[in-house]
C-alpha cells in the first residue's frame, strides 16, 4: 500500500510516522518553512475556556498521549509532563470548584485553598493534572528523520502543488515521475484553503501570539499557570506566555497589542517582587473550524482521499489521538467518531 501525505506539520507528521511503522509505503511532501507547528507552545490542557470545562475527550486524548510515548519511548524527551495551576477569580469559582472536585468526573483536579507563593492569587486556585506541553517543533523534526531513516518511506521538503495531482487516475506527478497511490491525506493546515479538490471547507483562520520574558529575581514556580492567559516557566528566568486568540486573522506578524496583553497579565499575576522584559515575540496561525473539533475523513467524490485538518488550539492532543484513529481507518476500514468526520459539513 503507498499514502501520500500532504502536510508536514505535527497532524502529517504523526500520520506518515505512525503509517511507516506498519510497513505502509508513505512519502510526505511538506514546505518546512511553513506552518503554526513551528512556533507553537504545544500545551495540553485538560480543563479550558473561561467557563473552566473539561475539555472534549479529555482522559481518552492523554491515555493517547500516553500510549504513545510508552510505545516510542525514543521522544519521551519532547513531552514535560507539568500541572497546570488555575487561580480562583472571585468567590463563585471557589465555592463551585469546592464540589466539583469532590465528583469523579473531576477526579484529576486537586482544590487548592491556600494561595501559592509567587504569584497573585488570594482565592487559591486548582491544580489540574494530567497536563503539560509538547516541544512540538523538535519533534516534528525527529520524527521526520526517523521516517526518513525507514526504507519505505520519505520526507519530501516542498509543497506538492494540485496541478500536480490527477484524482481520477490515482497519481501524482513529481519531477517528471509519476506516482500512483491507494490513499492521498490532505493535512495541509490552512493552505487547503486554496484547494479545488476541496471546496467549501469551513476551516477559519486563528492567529496566536506568544512571548517569551526574561524575569528577574528567580521565578521558581513548579507549575505552569491559566489565567486567560498562560505562563509557562522554562527556566528560573525565563517564561514564555500566551496565547491570543484572533479569529480570520491570517498575517504571521507580531503585534504591539498583543505585547501589552502579555504584559498587563503579568503585572496582574506575578507578585510585586518580579520585574520582567520580553526578549522574543513570535505569532502563528492555526486551522481551526465552526464546532472545534477537527474535520477527517474522505471526500464526497474521490473515497481515497481524505482530509485531516481543523485541529486549532488543541493540536497537540488531537493530532496524537486522531492520527491513530486516521491510521485505523486507512488500514482497518475503522470509523470514525460522528463528530469529526467531514460529511457533517455539506462541502
Not at 520526507?155 to 506527478?173: H, T
Not at 501589552?260 to 520580553?278: G, S, T, Y
Not at 473539533?293 to 486522531?322: C, D, E, M, Q, W
Request: charged content about 20%; aromatic content about 14%.
Amino acid at each position: 500500500m503507498r499514502i501520500i501525505i500532504i502536510g508536514g506539520g505535527l497532524a502529517g507528521t504523526l500520520l506518515g510516522f505512525q503509517l511507516a511503522r506498519e510497513g505502509v509505503e508513505v512519502h510526505l511532501f511538506g514546505d518546512p518553512s511553513h506552518g503554526a507547528w513551528r512556533v507553537a507552545a504545544g500545551l495540553f490542557n485538560t480543563i479550558t475556556g473561561l467557563r473552566a470545562a473539561k475539555t472534549w475527550k479529555a482522559l481518552e486524548l492523554v491515555e493517547t498521549l500516553h500510549k504513545f510515548y510508552t510505545n516510542y519511548p525514543e521522544f519521551k524527551q519532547f513531552i514535560h509532563w507539568k500541572p497546570i495551576y488555575r487561580p480562583f477569580k472571585n468567590y463563585f469559582e471557589v465555592n463551585e470548584w469546592s464540589v466539583k472536585v469532590q465528583t469523579d468526573e473531576f477526579d484529576f483536579v486537586e482544590y487548592c485553598k491556600e494561595p501559592l507563593p509567587h504569584i497573585l492569587n488570594p482565592l487559591g486556585g486548582i491544580l489540574i493534572k494530567n497536563t503539560g506541553y509538547v516541544e512540538v517543533a523538535p519533534l516534528v523534526e525527529k520524527l521526520q528523520a526517523v521516517i526518513n531513516q525507514l526504507p519505505n518511506a520519505s520526507i519530501i521538503p516542498s509543497a506538492l502543488e494540485e496541478e500536480n495531482i490527477d484524482p481520477i487516475r490515482n497519481r501524482i506527478i513529481w519531477q517528471k515521475q509519476v506516482i500512483y497511490y491507494d490513499y492521498l491525506v490532505f493535512a495541509n493546515g490552512l493552505a487547503v484553503l486554496k484547494s479545488k479538490i476541496w471546496q467549501n471547507l469551513p476551516i477559519i483562520p486563528l492567529k496566536g501570539e506568544l512571548a517569551f520574558f526574561e524575569v528577574f529575581p528567580e521565578f521558581r514556580f513548579p507549575y505552569i499557570i491559566s489565567a486567560q492567559k498562560f505562563l509557562l516557566p522554562l527556566s528560573s528566568h525565563t517564561i514564555l506566555v500566551g496565547s491570543t486568540y484572533e479569529r480570520y486573522q491570517n498575517d504571521e506578524l507580531p503585534t504591539k497589542t498583543a505585547l501589552i496583553e502579555f504584559e498587563n497579565f503579568l503585572r496582574q499575576i506575578l507578585a510585586e517582587e518580579f520585574e520582567f522584559r520580553c526578549i522574543k515575540q513570535i505569532a502563528g496561525v492555526r486551522a481551526s473550524t465552526p464546532d472545534r473539533r477537527p474535520i477527517i475523513g474522505p471526500h464526497p467524490y474521490f473515497s481515497n482521499i481524505f482530509i485531516f485538518n481543523g485541529l486549532g488550539t488543541k493540536g497537540v492532543l488531537l493530532a496524537f489521538h486522531f492520527s491513530l484513529k486516521l491510521k485505523e481507518v486507512l488500514l482497518k476500514s475503522m470509523a470514525l467518531d460522528k463528530e469529526v468526520v467531514v460529511s457533517r459539513f455539506n462541502t
